[in-house]
């Protein structure tokens, strides 16, 4: 091994830009340090959002499907409005309620979730906040012969929002793979048909029906899978991947009839007042992607207009 004639460390530091300590002048207590963000006068405009984003922190995730509790990575983003007469926000105080989760077990529990919304609504001083939470949820799924079973995972993420000292809005998201089959290849092809990655993206509007004893991801999941061609698996033996090709062609999917699909079933879920479903198709045969979206208010005593 050659030896190197290397300078003390202080002078390598130097050599790449380092330098001593400058005077300081500014104040270095808190108390005594300007506050900018403070600053009161006309700012022109209320600003809606303000606040930070993608925010991973580990999380626990609760589940009515094996592995019924996990822990995971979340990605947030932590908001609240400032009124026109306020410069800016204390970005720091979101870090810090984060922390203070983080530190006692954040369970990504609906009741956990107001709590925090409710705490950083106060520890900002504003009379609002939002929180936007997203994490891959793994289920385990298992094959329909052998009953060997795998872990699969969806896109997962939820909305709390607060205001004037009620939650506001509860919302949910699944997107979740399957596998479709087209109908038009199966009809005119004298043998075989071509199929596809779908991929079924579910936003729900909760409502006051919902509480913990449902577990809204298992039913957004149910919802995509049952009515697919068939089921993405993690694990097939030949005796599965029989069942699993045979059982996509028995039940051919468009896009626009999983879509219709979706939305019938979710229309019927009890705790869900609104909702929005989208399916994008990986084409086997095509470059492109096959696209289909509905949106649709429960809520809407014109619900004739909603199928115009």
């Known amino acids: 091994m050659k030896n190197l004639n290397l300078p003390p460390k202080n002078e390598r530091l130097k050599l790449f830009g380092s330098i001593k300590p400058g005077i300081k ?20 405009f209320r600003l809606n959002s303000v ?25 947030f983003t932590l908001t609240s409005s400032i009124p026109h007469d306020v410069k800016g926000t204390n970005m720091s105080r979101f870090t ?11 369970t990504l529990t609906f009741s956990q979730l107001s709590d925090f919304v409710k705490e950083l609504s106060e520890r900002l001083g504003q009379k609002d906040a939002r929180l936007e939470v997203s994490f891959p949820w793994f289920y385990e799924q298992q094959a329909p012969k052998s009953f ?17 000292g009620q939650i506001v809005e509860k919302t949910v998201e699944l997107t979740c793979t399957v596998t ?51 089921i993405i698996h993690p694990i097939l033996k030949r005796s599965d991947e029989k069942i699993v090709t045979e059982t996509a062609y028995e039940n051919p999917r468009f896009v626009e009839d999983m879509i219709r699909l979706v939305a019938s079933d979710l229309y019927e879920v009890s705790f869900i007042k609104s909702f929005k479903v989208e399916c994008r198709n990986e084409e086997s045969i095509h470059l492109h992607d096959a696209y289909a979206s509905v ?4 809520t809407n005593t014109d619900w004739e207009d909603e199928r115009d």
């Not at 606040?51 to 990605?75: D, L």
């Not at 060997?148 to 004037?164: C, E, F, M, P, R």
């Not at 509480?211 to 995509?224: I, P, R």
């Open 25 to 44: 002048t500014k104040p270095s207590d808190k108390d005594t340090m300007p506050d900018l963000q403070n600053v009161k006068s006309n700012f022109l």
């Open 51 to 75: 606040g930070i984003t993608n925010v991973k922190a580990p999380v626990t995730v609760i589940s009515t499907i094996e592995p019924k509790t996990q822990t995971s990575i979340a990605t």
């Open 96 to 106: 810090e309620q984060l922390e203070l989760y983080r530190r006692k077990g954040f």
């Open 148 to 164: 060997l079973t795998g872990l699969n995972y969806a896109d997962a993420s939820i909305v709390i929002s607060y205001q004037h």
């Open 180 to 230: 479709t089959l087209c109908p038009c290849s199966k009809e005119i092809s004298e043998y075989s048909a071509h199929n596809q990655r779908g991929y079924i993206k579910m936003k729900a509007w909760l409502n006051d029906l919902y509480d913990e004893s449902y577990d809204w991801k298992a039913v957004l999941l149910h919802v995509a899978q049952s009515n697919a061609s068939a």
């Open 295 to 298: 949106t649709f208010d429960k």
